[in-house]
């Protein structure tokens, strides 16, 4: 399976950006996707998962209510809506995907967030 994100970008505070990833390959093998983030000199965390089926969703408290994640099985497609955008959202985005049940072992090529204050 391979995971592909869109470009991501450089937005004002207070503003708004979608991510996506398109799956390829095996994807009838994923059972959830989500979204991690890695801020520079910190550790990679998690910010929002999906499951696959069901869709029930998670978020890391830094992003509720303001971050949306979304899926579109027709296309194989994982979204990420990112509104009301702060500066320590300023991360490298990592979309992943799961086919087991333990840790995220799919993984794209990370896509640059920049939120200028």
């Known amino acids: 399976v391979q995971l592909v994100e869109s470009k991501g970008g450089l937005v004002q505070a207070g503003g708004s950006l979608r991510l996506s990833c398109a799956a390829s390959?095996?994807?009838?093998?994923?059972?959830?996707m989500g979204w991690f983030r890695q801020a520079p000199g910190k550790e990679r965390e998690f910010v929002a998962a999906i499951v696959w089926i069901g869709g029930s969703t998670s978020y890391a408290d830094s992003v509720k209510g303001r971050f949306t994640i979304s899926r579109d099985d027709a296309k194989n497609t994982l979204y990420l809506q990112m509104n009301s955008l702060k500066p320590e959202d300023t991360a490298v985005y990592y979309c992943?995907?799961?086919?087991?049940?333990?840790?995220?072992?799919?993984w794209g090529q990370g896509t640059q967030v920049t939120v200028s204050s």
């Open positions: 390959g095996r994807t009838f093998s994923i059972n959830a």
């Open positions: 992943a995907g799961r086919v087991g049940l333990g840790e995220y072992d799919l």
